[in-house]
């Protein structure tokens, strides 16, 4: 099991570059965006090919965790590299690492915290699984499934429709609370609360 002092790697799942900001698929990015502002700091470029800051996270105390937050500048599908340097780097066992994703498979807004298993046709964790293997948590916030024919790659590469913003920061929130909980209370009990 892991050193206590280690910290975590928590990985936020997106696509670099303005034009996929409010994309479904970079749901992970606004997650770690909002750590971010509660570590107070700011993202500074690492040569593991991410965007990376250091801090703490949670109530001050035992609870406080060392982390090291992570926004891979790969494409989604490539997020495997930056991930498993990043890993090497900081010397970050695997079951300290969290990767924040869109999930299809779940109603908008619903998270679902966990530890291991598929990739479930999602590119970013298909590519940290090949490189880390399957045994890191992942939070997984819901999107839902795309309308009507639209191909699921067209819906995952849309914006959240106005419907789903009124609700997003909120839901937003909520997951960040979500992964501040699984690092100081552990899964089960982080499941207990936030797997809705």
Known sequence: MSDSNAPWLIVGLGNPGPEYA????????????????????????????????????????????RVVLAKPLSYMNLSGGPVTALRDFYKVDTDRIVAIHDELDIDFGTLRLKLGGGDNGHNGLKSMT?????DYHRLRFGIGRPPGRMQVADFVLKDFSGAERKELDYLVDRAADAVEALLAEGLERAQGTYNS
């Open 22 to 65: 409010a994309n479904r698929h970079n749901v992970g990015f606004m997650v770690a965006d909002l750590l971010a502002s509660r570590i107070g700091g700011k993202f500074k470029t690492h040569k593991a090919r991410a965007q990376v800051l250091e801090g703490r996270i949670g109530p001050p105390g035992p609870l406080n965790r």
């Open 130 to 134: 090949k490189s880390l293997g399957p």
